[in-house]
């Protein structure tokens, strides 16, 4: 980390704003396209972000495809939290379902014969019971299919973006010329 200040005229700045559990590996990130760390605030609201203020000279090589590498990254960072988070969306809610279809059929059936004791209640009773019942018979497993078809799209979804994430820094840590990490600490 530099002194925190910044030479409007010869440097440019970027302020990112990143879940503190990301943070180090942003910070790596953004180190192979030159930038420099030079100071770090907490977010006044939400109390697991940062913000992270980088700078880096003005006139750098390659800073054109430089831009546009780091947009590409920035791009695959986001579809990767994106992904993260969404990543058993369909299963959670239809595990959701599931548990409200079999626990309002059960609350109907026990609700039922308290109703009364006549012979169309003790049926309906007796339907909502085995609705309940194939509910969580049939759904359970088949969402949990459904959870590992979601979890094998997630994991080759990150496969992806990890290596497309990784050929960018590559490249940006070719036309940076600096392969040290020493250099830019």
């Known amino acids: 980390m530099t002194d925190g200040r910044l030479d409007y005229r010869t440097?440019?700045?970027?302020?990112?704003?990143?879940?503190?559990?990301?943070?180090?590996s942003i910070r790596?990130?953004?180190k192979k396209f030159g930038w420099v760390q030079y100071r770090m605030t907490d977010d006044?609201?939400?109390e697991n972000i940062a913000h992270i203020y980088f700078k880096r000279p003005?006139?750098?090589a390659h800073k054109d495809e430089?831009?546009?590498?780091?947009?590409?990254?920035?791009t695959a960072v986001n579809r990767l939290s994106k992904a993260e988070r969404y990543k058993n969306y369909k299963s959670m809610a239809w595990g959701t379902a599931?548990?409200?279809i079999s626990s309002l059929s059960l609350l109907i059936a026990v609700l039922l014969p308290l109703l009364s004791f006549a012979l169309h209640h003790l049926v309906a009773c007796g339907i909502f019971a085995l609705l309940a019942i194939l509910t969580l018979a049939i759904g359970i497993p088949v969402n949990a299919k459904r959870r590992e078809r979601e979890q094998t799209a997630y994991?080759?979804?990150?496969l992806q973006l990890n290596a497309e994430i990784d050929g960018i820094l590559k490249r940006a840590e070719q036309l940076i010329g600096v392969n040290d990490e020493e250099k830019l600490s």
């Open 66 to 74: 430089l831009q546009l590498l780091q947009v590409n990254m920035e």
């Open 44 to 46: 006044s609201v939400y």
């Open 58 to 60: 003005h006139d750098i």
């Open 98 to 100: 599931i548990a409200l």
């Open 155 to 158: 994991d080759k979804l990150t």
């Open 28 to 30: 790596q990130k953004y």
């Open 11 to 24: 440097e440019d700045s970027l302020v990112i704003s990143v879940r503190k559990d990301k943070e180090w």
